[in-house]
């Protein structure tokens, strides 16, 4: 099983539905080190499934201090595929420990994310 760590529209029981055919259960965690920005979703089939325009989005700042709250869901290799595709080109994924200690995947901003500004 695949550990991912998801602090947005992931933990949304239509896109569980829609992306996994299963509702995941979840382990509350938090990611240090990064802070929430919002990117403007126009992919049709994630707009549908999300019901959503804005996604929320990790931003790395290497300070401590910013944490960020989400859970932790065991998913299989293909789920983590289907991950993959839900997650449009803003985002990227990678690998960290949380704050448990656990090591998991999650989605943080790419290079090219387009960022809104605050």
């Known amino acids: ?45 994630v707009l549908k499934s999300s019901g959503k325009a804005l996604h929320p989005i990790l931003i790395y700042t290497a300070n401590p201090d910013d944490q960020v709250a989400g859970s932790v869901f065991f998913i299989t290799q293909q789920e983590l595929a289907r991950a993959d595709s839900y997650e449009v080109a803003d985002y990227v994924r990678q690998e960290a420990k949380l704050k448990s200690g656990k090591t998991c995947w999650f989605y943080a901003a790419s290079d090219s994310a387009n960022i809104l500004k605050e």
């Not at 569980?16 to 049709?44: C, H, K, M, S």
């Open 1 to 45: 099983m695949e550990a991912l760590f998801s602090y947005g529209t992931l933990q949304q029981s239509q896109v569980q539905l829609d992306n996994f055919g299963r509702l995941l259960d979840g382990e509350a965690d938090y990611l240090v080190g990064y802070r929430l920005g919002q990117v403007r979703i126009t992919d049709p089939e």
